[in-house]
Structures are given as C-alpha cells and as structure tokens.
C-alpha cells in the first residue's frame, strides 16, 4: 500500500507525471508545426538563453545575444546534428519518440524508487516492462513466461513479445506509439490521484 510520507510520494508522482507528459506535447507540437512544411528550422538563440548554467567563479562568463548567461552556441556542439535535420525532415519524428522514452525512464524511475513499481496493477506493471525495452535498445527481453499482468488500454505484454521492437524500428511494427505513452501518462495520474483521494478519506477518518 502507497504510505503518506511527509514529502508525499503520490503528490510528487503526479507532479512529475503531469510534467513529463506536458514536455511530450509540447515536443510533438513543436514537430508537428515543422514537419510535411517549407519552414526553416528556428533559430536557436533563445533555446540557448534557457540552458543556464551554474557557473564557478573561476570560469569565463558566457553570454548569448540577449545577454541571459547561459550556454554559448559553440559549447554543445551539435550544430552538425542540427543541421542534418534540414536534409532530412522526417528525423524531426525521432524528437518525439526520444521525449517518450523519456517520460518512460523518468516515470519508472521514479516508481521503482518509491516502490510503486511493486503493484501489482495491470498498467503499473506495463509501464515498467516498457521501461525494461526502453533501457534494451527498443527491444522487449521477456523470457519468463509466468510474468505478471502487463497490459493498458488492450496492450497486453507477454512473453511472445520476446525479441521484437517497443517502438517501429523501420523494418517491424512496434507495439506502442508516442501516443500510448500519452495516454498512459495521463492514466497514471488519475491513477495516483484516486490512492491519494484515498489516503485523504482514511486520514479524515
């Protein structure tokens, strides 16, 4: 059972479910708008603004066009990757599923963390196997047969599912899509929002 601790586990995992699952609309919006038009890739100034640093006294004081200390454009590196995303739009896609994954890793992490990965709930359960093929490569490794009940909204997990992709690799089908994890996201919240009701209501008793 889900304890009420003074830093209150649920309230926290519905925080940070409600946060990962914000990022991943605001990644597949943010696709959505680039992907099947003519527009340029934006540019990235004020993304730089936005990744502040904590800087040591002893280091130089980078600044970018606004003046916002912040990351300076040459200091990542990733200016080749960027660019690549102009000859090959469609790789736009992969930005989403990468903030899916995330959502996974972090949710599950978390669970594990606070021992919600031990409940026994058909979708807690699917969460984690999908984290485990996450942290695999994309690649479902299920060789015990016995495993619990894994399944959200008629995905079921098993161990036929051995060997074959979570996500489309490009050759096979995967099971799920960047809009599974959505949903599964928002169910978890109301999951944790329903023990919490529960908690409160056997408080006030």
Not at 150 to 164: D, E, H, K
Not at 184 to 196: E, K, V
């Amino acid at each position: 059972m889900v304890r009420k601790t003074e830093n209150d586990p649920v309230k926290l995992g519905i925080a940070l479910i409600e946060q990962q699952l914000l990022a991943l609309l605001l990644y597949a919006g943010a696709v959505a708008d680039r992907t099947g038009h003519e527009k340029p890739l934006p540019d990235l100034a004020t993304a730089y603004g936005l990744l502040r640093r904590k800087l040591l006294p002893t280091e130089p004081q980078p600044h970018v066009e606004d003046g916002t200390p912040g990351v300076e454009r040459k200091a990542l590196g990733l200016e080749s990757s960027w660019n690549a995303l102009h000859q090959d739009p469609q790789r736009l896609l992969a930005v989403t599923r990468l903030a899916s994954t995330n959502a996974i890793l972090a949710v599950a992490g978390f669970f594990e963390a606070h021992d919600f990965s031990e409940l026994r709930t058909p979708e807690v359960q699917f969460l984690m196997r999908i984290r485990d093929a996450v942290a695999n490569g994309n690649m479902f490794q299920i060789e015990d047969e016995r495993i619990p009940t894994a399944s959200f909204n008629g995905l079921i997990i098993t161990s036929q599912l051995n060997g074959s992709p979570l996500f489309d690799d490009g050759v096979t089908t995967g099971s799920i899509d960047s809009g599974d994890v959505a949903a599964l996201m928002r169910y978890l919240i109301d999951h944790l929002s329903g023990a919490q009701t529960l908690i409160s209501a056997g408080d006030a008793g």
